[in-house]
């Protein structure tokens, strides 16, 4: 259970804390990612993207009810648990309702945000082989 200072401190999260988090969430799934495949695009985006169920699962945005309300608040993706969950299911409360919610909201704007990391992301290989055309047709 929540200790006071913890609920009082999701009560007061603000929009600007949620999109960093989401940033920050992305930014490491991607770096993780890109340690272990700087080359391979394809392979790197499969390992981000299989990471992000545990990362979002396990953050402070789904875990405690004030702050999973504000994720519904923030994000543009709150009705994300009709198009990438399964719909509600078996809820016994409010709190789990909203967790469900936010989790997939916040789920799917860290993916968004993946995805830009990685659509930008030039391996290093591809940019060392244009030079090298560069210079030979110079």
Known sequence: MATQPQKKQAEFATEREYREDVDSTAAELFDNAKENHPDD???????????IHEAVDGSQWVIYTARAMRVLMYSRNDDAIFEQGEGLG????????????AFWAFYQDVSEKLDEYIDEYEPAEEEEEEEEETTEEA
């Open 41 to 51: 695009k394809d392979a790197l985006r499969d390992e981000a993207f299989e990471a």
């Open 90 to 101: 078996h809820v016994s409360s409010m709190a789990e309702v909203y967790s469900q919610a």
